[in-house]
């Protein structure tokens, strides 16, 4: 593979008038976007974006500068522009910029061969499957977006790596009425690689599960208010550990005083049943990387081992800051953006217990089968979940559907407080936005009971 620029005159162009490191971050991005709605398609599109960041930090201190659709001669004239921003301090000195034989990642973008048309045609299937499922199905919208993206990173104290960056993301909203009650089932998928991953989840069943939630919710009873076990089932999906924990353990936060683990590290913070890791390094996983947007390579992160806090997610600036090592997890939307500690795959890893068997020793309580969106302080961790599917738990058995719960809650206490950890592992997907850039992500948890939570719903349960 062939470097689209000469990093070793553009380092040191960078750092000609001083500074620790310098790196370049370059790539081009292609994509393309069906949205459907009300039967039809109302927006197909493709795009190709390309453009070069450079950085020049030291200390706590940096600058960082961008720009669009680079030649080698405009990316040259960026390097000493953000050169002229430093205060003059001297030429640095460069190691290794332009040695090493540079990482080869994927050569091959598995959506070359579809043309909008094709997106469509899954768009418009999904869409008549979804509408077949019940009559009181009244709407359907479905968001699909694949792409491929092209990274080179070239620090100065390092050799360049390079990484082919695909996948696909594909989520279906379903509207169901009977009279005048509405609901909403969602189902989403998404993969870092092509569509073969339909051979293991087929589209159609996406949309038969959306539809087949917001029908379900059309006759079900308000949920039971007050404190009650509640048992998260695996295909809940991990936003629980996402967003009442990770963000948390995201090192710039812990570095500002808006995480409730700063200072932490060695404590007791969950029970001895929970290990939380970030693994950017699973296959096929929406949160996966070979290395981050700073050319760290891509490593499995312990968080938490067995309740005892153990480390944080670091870029190289908060590594340093913190005297610690960089764990791979500089990230940003794109080279517009300077990187900043965000996670890539979260999860709670699987514990002893069998799910079955955790259902069987919670005699009453809710089943909580999806999450929905929610509200979380970093500060003090405490959160305000709502659940877009649950069920009563009767005799240890999954009872009948409830609508309108939520869950209340404090992130570090409700990890304390899990007392069964499932043999089970099930994922969700998203795009995290944070300090205005969305990365992918996907966060994974097993079956957990929490023996007492706060559910909001209908007094009087």
Known sequence: ????????????????????????????????????????????????????????????????????????????????????????????????????????????????GLDLGARADLARRIDRVARAADPRVVQVRMVYRDHAQEVWVAPSDGPPVRDLRTGFYLGVLVVARDGEVVQTGYEAMAASRGWEAFDEQPPEELALT???????????????????????????????????????????????????????????????????????TLPGQRGSYRFDDEGTPAQRTVLVEQGVLKGFLHSRTTAHRMGMRPTGHGRRESFAHRPIPRMGNTLIVPGPHAPEEILRETPTGLYVTRMGGGQVDTVSGDFVFEVAEGFRIENGRVGEPVRGATLVGNGPRVLREIDRVGSDLGFSVGTCGKDGQGVPVADAQPTLRIPEMVVGGEAGC
Do not use: K
């Open 1 to 112: 593979m062939t470097i689209p620029f000469d990093p070793g005159r553009v380092l040191g162009l960078a750092l000609s008038r001083g500074g620790e490191l310098a790196e370049v971050y370059w790539e081009s991005a292609r994509s393309a976007t069906v949205v459907l709605e009300a039967g039809r398609v109302e927006g197909a599109r493709a795009g190709l974006a390309q453009g070069a960041g450079i950085r020049v930090f030291e200390g706590e201190h940096e600058v960082y500068g961008h720009q669009t659709a680079p030649a080698p001669s405009t990316l040259e004239d960026l390097a000493r522009e953000v050169a002229r921003l430093r205060p003059d301090s001297g030429p640095a000195v460069m190691v290794g910029a332009d040695a090493g034989v540079p990482l080869a990642g994927p050569s091959a973008d598995p959506f070359a």
């Open 210 to 280: 959306a539809a087949r939630r917001a029908v379900r919710l059309l006759l079900a009873p308000r949920a039971p208010a007050g404190r009650m076990p509640v048992v998260l089932a695996s295909q809940a999906g991990g936003t629980m550990v996402h967003e009442a924990v990770g963000h948390g353990l995201e090192a710039d936060l812990v570095l500002q005083g808006h995480s409730v683990y700063a200072g932490r590290i060695g404590e007791t913070v969950a029970s001895e049943l929970v290990t939380v890791v970030d693994d950017p």
